[in-house]
């Protein structure tokens, strides 16, 4: 009989922060797998700010880009209503053709100089999702930018043009957290909030119709996700986290 693999356990993430704000690359990518995290924390009264850096225009084969813009667009407003944000950002940069790099650093530093926030939440930016199926560009070259462009924004002295009409820099982000990387070490408890989860990713019926899917079951999707994740945390469900402490020795 051979010994079934161990299960690496996850640690807690913490929950003593006021405010959060997520930067993704499209309308989306909350939704496939954080989105009941996001209701739990704002059901505890947490402020929680979305920003997409793209409109998702490029998301959709048979629809037009700026027809889908406006579809995705509302979609994820929807979306994020569901889950308790009231406030969603679109950055407009250019969907599937994102780039790593200072432009795209300066645009998330803004975000980051205007909102304050506590923690930055965005999506899994490495490689893989932890086998041989490769990330997209987009959410690998925004993950990156995010994480320099929180450091950006606390520099008085980067894109100190930004600093005008009583912005100042802002270094008090604690840590940037990236859903669903494979190095994931922490985790956040989901089961009361599932279902806002799931209904939060059925708003987007419009992408998921347009990409063919014609058997996909949201439910189902996350759920084998999430019953993993809350295997490594203790609980019915989770998501996880892989975390990036902003702080000096931290």
């Known amino acids: 009989m051979t ?4 299960v690496e356990p996850l640690e807690k993430l913490p929950e003593d922060w006021s405010r959060a704000l997520c930067v993704v690359a499209h309308p989306d990518d909350m939704e496939f797998g954080a989105a009941a995290a996001v209701a739990r924390w704002t059901g505890q009264g947490k402020e929680v700010v979305y920003c997409m850096v793209t409109s998702g225009e490029a998301g959709i084969d048979g629809m037009e880009p700026e027809e889908c813009r406006r579809v995705r ?18 950055l407009g940069q250019p969907d599937g053709v994102l780039e790593y790099g200072v432009p795209l650093r300066r645009e998330i530093a803004h975000v980051v100089r205007r909102h304050r926030p506590d923690v930055v939440i965005t999506g899994n930016f490495r490689e893989t999702w932890g086998g041989r199926n490769l990330n997209q560009a987009d959410h690998i070259a925004v993950g990156r930018a995010v994480v320099d462009a929180v450091r950006d924004a606390g520099n008085r002295w980067v894109f100190n043009d930004q600093l005008t ?16 990387s494979p190095n994931a070490t922490h985790g956040v408890e989901t089961t009361e909030t599932f279902d806002a989860g799931v209904a939060s ?6 992408y998921i119709d347009g990409l063919g899917w014609e058997d996909f079951d ?18 019915a469900f989770a998501a996880t986290v892989e975390v990036f402490p902003m702080g000096w020795g931290e």
């Open 3 to 6: 010994d079934m693999p161990q």
């Open 73 to 90: 667009e509302a979609e994820q407003v929807e979306s994020a209503r569901i889950v308790g944000v009231p406030v969603v950002e679109f």
């Open 165 to 180: 009409d009583g912005l100042e820099p802002w270094g008090g982000v604690r840590a940037v957290w990236a859903f669903g």
């Open 201 to 206: 990713l059925e708003a987007h019926r419009a």
């Open 218 to 235: 949201p439910r189902e999707f996350l759920e084998g996700f999430a019953r993993q994740s809350g295997q490594r945390l203790g609980v």
